[in-house]
C-alpha cells in the first residue's frame, strides 16, 4: 500500500490519528502541519502528491472558527470548500481515496429523530454551510472518497469542551451551561480509529457516514458528567440557548444515526460516557 497523507496535522483530530496510529504501529502516514502541507496552495499540494504518491488522503484541515467564520466568511469557504476541491483534483489524478472530515453543522437541527446521512443538509451557519460546500464538491472529481460527518469533538489533545470545562472548573464553584442543544460528543480517539479501520481494512464502501459516540446528551449534562468523572466539585446550572447568545447559529438538535457506519464500515462505536471516562482518566495521567 501506499503512504498516507495527513492534512491539518497539528490540530486535535491529527495528534488523534498519530496516537492511534503509534498504538497500532501503522506505517507510511507523513503527518502534515498547515506549514507543510497548506491546502489552499495547489503548487505545494501537486509536489506533495508527487513525491508521496499516496493511496489515502486524510482532511483534518479546516476553518473551524464557527462565531469568527460570521465575519469571514471568504477564508472560511476558501479553507473548508476550494482546500477540498484542490485535494480532491489530486486525489482523481493520483487515484488516491480521500477521507474527508466534515461536521453535524451542515444540518439545520429543527428535528428531534437522530439524523440520517440522506436527510436535507440545511446549514444555519457560514461554518456550516462551507462544510456542506466542501462535501458537495468532491464528487465532481471523484468517486473514491469518505465523508465522515462528526459533532462534539474532545480529546487529550488541542482545545476542546472537555479541557475548558476541567480549566474553569478548578477556579470556579459554579457554571452555566446549555441545557437545550442535544447531541452527541464524540471522543476524537475513536474517530481515528475509525478512519484507521477504514483504511486497514481496504473498504471500497465509499460514501457519506455518520460518525460519533453512542447515546443522546446536553452540553450541561455533557459538563455535569465531565466534573462528575473527574471528582471536580462544580455546582452546573443549565440555562437555555438564548441566555448565551452567540455569533453564530447552532443546530439545537444534532444527534446523528451511526447505523451506516457500523454496518458498512464495520466499526465499533463506544457510549459517549464510556468514552469520556477514558479520556480523563488520560488526563489525570
Not at 477556579?171 to 437545550?180: G, M, Y
Not at 443546530?251 to 451506516?260: A, C, Q
Request: hydrophobic share 40%; with cysteine; glycine share 8%.
Amino acid at each position: 500500500m501506499g503512504s498516507i497523507l495527513v492534512f491539518g496535522a497539528s490540530g486535535q483530530l491529527g495528534q488523534c490519528l498519530a496516537h492511534v496510529a503509534r498504538e497500532r504501529n501503522t506505517a507510511g502516514i507523513v503527518f502534515l502541519p498547515e506549514e507543510e502541507g497548506n491546502i489552499l496552495d495547489t503548487a505545494g499540494l501537486a509536489a506533495i502528491f508527487a513525491k508521496h504518491q499516496p493511496a489515502y488522503c486524510i482532511n483534518c484541515a479546516a476553518y473551524t472558527a464557527v462565531d469568527k467564520a460570521e465575519d469571514e466568511v471568504e477564508l472560511a469557504r476558501k479553507v473548508n470548500r476550494d482546500g477540498v476541491e484542490n485535494l480532491s483534483r489530486l486525489c482523481a489524478g493520483h487515484n488516491t481515496i480521500l477521507i474527508q472530515i466534515s461536521t453535524d453543522f451542515v444540518f439545520a437541527g429543527t428535528g428531534n429523530q437522530p439524523l440520517l446521512e440522506t436527510d436535507e443538509a440545511a446549514p444555519i451557519s457560514v461554518y456550516g454551510l462551507t462544510k456542506l460546500e466542501g462535501e458537495q464538491v468532491i464528487p465532481a472529481h471523484t468517486e473514491r472518497f469518505f465523508i465522515l460527518r462528526t459533532s462534539w469533538l474532545y480529546s487529550e489533545y488541542a482545545g476542546n469542551f472537555v479541557k475548558t470545562m476541567l480549566k474553569l472548573g478548578r477556579d470556579r464553584d459554579e457554571l452555566r451551561v446549555i441545557w437545550d442543544q442535544l447531541g452527541t460528543p464524540t471522543y476524537a480517539i475513536d474517530l481515528a480509529g475509525c478512519i484507521l479501520t477504514i483504511i486497514e481494512t481496504g473498504s471500497q464502501q465509499f460514501g457519506t457516514y455518520h460518525y460519533s459516540n453512542e447515546g443522546v446528551t446536553s452540553w450541561y449534562d455533557f459538563a455535569t458528567a465531565i466534573f462528575e468523572l473527574s471528582q471536580t466539585p462544580v455546582r452546573t446550572i443549565p440555562i437555555r440557548t438564548a441566555e448565551y447568545p452567540t455569533k453564530a447559529t447552532r443546530p439545537p438538535y444534532s444527534v446523528m444515526d451511526k447505523t451506516k457506519a457500523k454496518t458498512q464500515l464495520g466499526v465499533a462505536i463506544p457510549h459517549w460516557r464510556s468514552s469520556l471516562q477514558v479520556c480523563i482518566s488520560c488526563l489525570a495521567g
